[in-house]
């Protein structure tokens, strides 16, 4: 039997390999996170699929889900990883290299055809690592400072993203030409961040084996946690369709308002990137502390009111609502990563998390392919507000069980 790393006896403090951990997540959300944000549907590599080689509507959502498909390919690699008693570490090292040679290829090849699928491949590489992230901070971080620190490795995540942002669109400016250059200087984060992350303290996967089903039978042997996250599944639902719309609507002809690929970064990515940072800290203090689902109920309002400004016909309106954006994705990342972590024991961690990111996955896949659809019949504005009534029925799913969040562990 496979058992957790020990912890320090002072559950305030971190252990040796917690403090390990923690300072190679610094490294990882420092070098990666830059990438994870240019390949979703509100970065940079939909922008060029938009404005630079002008994809089909089918394509540009293909574009859009395939960071999901990852996700939902996620289940399959954590239980290969356990049954063959593979490093989690170095799995992340391997699919960061895999995103990273996707990448180069582009640097050399401008071919709209090319960039779609080898792009597709990379995106869907680097979707598939983030249960090994989370078996990390539950094996080598104690519950009751681990809300803490994700918060503060996820921040300086974020201060990467903010700049690394800000110079490809100063590199930018009003054209994407030059992007070659731009998915160099993102390839080579990655190279490095794989190297890193390879010598992380050694990240043992403990899994039921490879059957996605035994997996995701947890959402029915396990009520609430079926519950939450069939409440959860609709939010997302809502909030994965409209973010590569919102990249649609700035950067696009036929739908959109074809702003500047500058501006678009600022507006999508630095924004957002900046409230996400100044909110993470207090999210993850909240995290630790606070009823969850009343936590996940706060997050909620704060995405269904930044979908309803966006997409407003106003470039003030759409900057408040990606302040908003920004504030409800600083608790989301926090809650998303950790909140498995209140109901796995130990040595299931894994499969709890590979469960929440396979049905990430599928609504991410289901919400882009169905929302670029809809906005050939339906107007932009009237599919992004049944967004929000989504957004908002979800949350109120959440109250019956209001009382349930006041007996999960404070973390």
Request: net charge positive; with cysteine.
């Amino acid at each position: 039997m496979i058992t957790e790393p020990a912890q320090d006896n002072n559950k305030h403090t971190l252990s040796q390999s917690g403090k390990r951990w923690v300072l190679g997540d610094v490294f990882r959300q420092t070098l990666s996170t830059p990438v994870v944000q240019a390949a979703s549907g509100s970065g940079l590599l939909l922008l060029l699929a938009i404005q630079h080689f002008h994809l089909s509507a089918f394509e540009k959502s293909l574009h859009a889900i395939a960071f999901p498909i990852g996700m939902l390919l996620a289940p399959v690699l954590v239980g290969l990883a356990g049954s063959k008693q593979w490093a989690g570490q170095k799995v992340m090292a391997l699919s960061s290299v895999i995103t990273a040679v996707a990448l180069l290829s582009n640097c050399f090849w401008e071919n709209s055809t090319w960039y779609l699928y080898s792009i597709l491949c990379g995106i869907i590489s680097l979707g598939t690592f983030y249960p090994f992230v989370t078996n990390g901070w539950q094996s080598h971080v104690h519950a009751s400072v681990r809300g803490k620190w994700f918060s503060i490795t996820r921040s300086i995540g974020s201060l990467s993203t903010i700049g690394i942002t800000a110079l490809i669109a100063w590199f930018l400016g009003d054209s994407t030409d030059g992007y070659q250059i731009v998915l160099f200087l993102l390839a080579g984060l990655l190279c490095i961040c794989a190297a890193i992350l390879w010598r992380q303290p050694h990240l043992t996967v403990s899994s039921n084996g490879n059957n996605i089903l035994r997996q995701i039978s947890l959402l029915w042997r396990y009520p609430i946690f079926g519950y939450i996250s069939f409440s959860w599944y609709l939010l997302g639902l809502s909030n994965l369709s409209t973010i590569p719309l919102r990249n649609e609507y700035l950067a696009g002809s036929a739908h959109g308002l074809e702003y500047a690929p500058n501006l678009i970064l600022v507006i999508l990515v630095i924004i957002p990137t900046v409230f996400e940072l100044l909110s993470a800290l207090v999210w993850g203090r909240l995290f630790d502390r606070m009823n969850f689902i009343i936590l996940r109920q706060s997050i909620n309002v704060f995405f269904a009111l930044s979908i309803g400004l966006f997409f407003l016909p106003s470039i003030e309106m759409q900057i408040l609502g990606s302040v908003l954006f920004g504030c409800a994705r600083g608790g989301g990342s926090v809650a998303w990563s950790l909140w498995v972590t209140k109901f796995a024991p130990p040595n299931r961690t894994a499969d709890y998390m590979a469960v929440h990111t396979f049905l990430t996955g599928t609504r991410g896949i289901i919400g882009p392919l169905i929302a670029f659809q809809m906005i050939e019949i339906f107007s932009m504005q009237a599919v992004t507000l049944s967004c929000v009534g989504l957004t908002v029925f979800a949350t109120l799913l959440l109250i019956p069980i209001i009382k349930v969040g006041k007996n999960l562990p404070a973390s």
